[in-house]
């Protein structure tokens, strides 16, 4: 991972590449910590920057996809069975550890709905 000093430019900062892998390209940190927290989405837990980094990064990151517990990986095609999970990618890949702590979280709950009234 290496530090972009250009503005990002509002574009969608991290695709998909060749070989299945993700690039990025003047990715904030907070985009990347959003983007890493939607990637692991079966968790439910968000992912929240404590780098203190305030720059925009360019990468390349490779990881087999979390899967659900009832999911083999032997159901991935080989070139994806091979790769690092993602904690093992983030941290080898880019220098970052993702870390689990507790601490609180905003939930939002529905606990009444009404139909909207007539104009």
């Given at each position: 991972m290496k530090a972009d000093d250009r503005e990002q430019d509002f574009k969608i900062p991290i695709n998909a590449g060749s070989d299945n892998a993700f690039v990025g390209a003047r990715v904030p940190m907070s985009?990347?910590?959003?983007?890493?927290?939607q990637q692991l989405q079966r968790d439910?837990?968000?992912?929240?920057?404590?780098?203190?980094?305030?720059?925009?990064?360019?990468?390349?990151?490779?990881?087999?996809?979390?899967?659900?517990p009832e999911v083999s990986k032997d159901n991935l095609p080989a070139e994806l069975r091979d790769r690092p999970s993602?904690?093992?990618?983030?941290?080898?890949?880019?220098?970052?550890?993702?870390?689990?702590e507790k601490g609180p979280v905003d939930d939002y709950v529905i606990d009444h709905v009404e139909r909207p009234s007539a104009n």
């Open positions: 985009y990347l910590c959003w983007w890493l927290g439910g837990r968000p992912v929240i920057d404590k780098t203190g980094l305030d720059k925009n990064y360019d990468f390349t990151l490779s990881f087999a996809p979390e899967l659900p993602i904690f093992d990618a983030v941290r080898e890949q880019l220098g970052l550890k993702l870390q689990a």
